[in-house]
């Protein structure tokens, strides 16, 4: 009788079998790092260390931005409030609960919240804040309606490509000087108005590499 297949192919279905499986894992790796909101960035929106509300500050009780985040537009970075800013409250108010008696706790060991960060550039690209209020634009055009979120989210890729987009055509989302910067519900209803503020303005947003690569 010929032997068609030698001996050693008898493994073969268990080697078949093992490396479809390390193939299939390799595909679920490469997806699941892919497509996770961190990779992806739109919709990132980690848990945080104490469940704070946007939507419940800034929205219904209407705080501006700006009382926590100071620096927005003085400098390139908003920072995130200290507790001391939600002591200037908390102090007082709810502070039977949870939530509130960890933040008390923090302020009274001198130990800072750590709050996870949701928006991240790479350190190769230089980002402003000051330099995109002072043009006009408000922050819900690069974070959406955080006003309405419970929790932080990111609604904007961040991308070299997203930055372009507004560098080449920011006019429909500058806002006259009379409407606030953390003003979330201004839309600007005529597009001269937008060409009009620009030239105005003599904006040039960079679309040169140096600009943002320095
Ligand atoms: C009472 C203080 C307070 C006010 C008012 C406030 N924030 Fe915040 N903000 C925080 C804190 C605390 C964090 C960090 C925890 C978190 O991400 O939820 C934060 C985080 C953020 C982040 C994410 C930061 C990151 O890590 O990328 C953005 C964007 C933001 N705030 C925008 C706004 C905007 C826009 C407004 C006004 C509509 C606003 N905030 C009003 C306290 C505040
Ligand atoms: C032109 C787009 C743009 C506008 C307008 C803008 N942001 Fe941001 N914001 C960003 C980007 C991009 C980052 C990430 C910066 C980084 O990682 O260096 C960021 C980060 C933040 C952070 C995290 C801390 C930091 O600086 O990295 C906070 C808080 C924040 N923004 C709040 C605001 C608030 C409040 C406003 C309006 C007063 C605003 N932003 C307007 C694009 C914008
Ligand atoms: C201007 C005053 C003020 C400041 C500043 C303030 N808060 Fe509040 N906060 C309130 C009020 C008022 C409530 C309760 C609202 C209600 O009755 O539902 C509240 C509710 C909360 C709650 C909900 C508590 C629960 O058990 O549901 C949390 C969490 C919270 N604040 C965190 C923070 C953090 C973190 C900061 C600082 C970044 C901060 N707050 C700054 C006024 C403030
Ligand atoms: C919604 C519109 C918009 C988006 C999104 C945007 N920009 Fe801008 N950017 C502008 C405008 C308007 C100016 C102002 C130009 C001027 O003052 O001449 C500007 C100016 C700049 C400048 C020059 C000012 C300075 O600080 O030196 C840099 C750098 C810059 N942007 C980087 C970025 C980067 C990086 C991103 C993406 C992460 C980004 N921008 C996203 C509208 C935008
Ligand atoms: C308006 C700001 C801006 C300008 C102008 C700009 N870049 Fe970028 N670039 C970015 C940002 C922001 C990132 C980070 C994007 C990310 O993390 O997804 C980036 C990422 C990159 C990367 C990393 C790879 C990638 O695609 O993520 C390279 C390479 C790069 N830029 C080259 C260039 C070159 C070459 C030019 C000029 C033709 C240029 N950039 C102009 C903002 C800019």
């Known amino acids: 009788m010929t032997v068609i297949f030698p001996k050693w192919t008898n493994r073969m279905p268990s080697i078949l079998g093992a490396s479809a499986l390390m193939a299939g894992l390799f595909v679920v790796g490469v997806v699941w790092i892919y497509f996770s909101p961190r990779h992806l960035d739109v919709g990132y929106s980690p848990d945080q260390p104490v469940l704070y509300s946007h939507k419940l500050h800034a929205g219904l009780m209407g705080m501006d931005c700006r009382y926590c985040h100071q620096t927005v537009e003085q400098g390139p970075h908003a920072t995130v409030p200290s507790t001391e800013t939600c002591m200037n409250c908390h102090t007082s108010v709810w502070t039977s609960r949870d939530p509130i008696q960890k933040i008390t706790q923090a302020y009274a060991s001198a ?59 920011p006019e429909p989302h500058l806002r006259p000087d009379s409407v606030s910067p953390t003003d979330m519900t201004f839309v600007l209803r005529d597009p001269d108005d937008g060409l009009n503020l620009a030239a105005a303005r003599n904006l040039q947003p960079p679309v040169h590499c140096s600009g943002c690569h320095r």
């Open 111 to 169: 130990v800072p919240m750590d709050w996870v960060k949701v928006h991240l550039l790479p350190d190769y690209a230089y980002f402003n804040h000051s330099a995109h209020l002072s043009a006009g634009v408000g922050c819900a055009s690069c974070h959406g309606r955080v006003d309405q979120m419970e929790v932080v989210r990111q609604v904007e890729p961040l991308s070299m490509a997203w930055c372009l987009d507004c560098h080449r055509d």
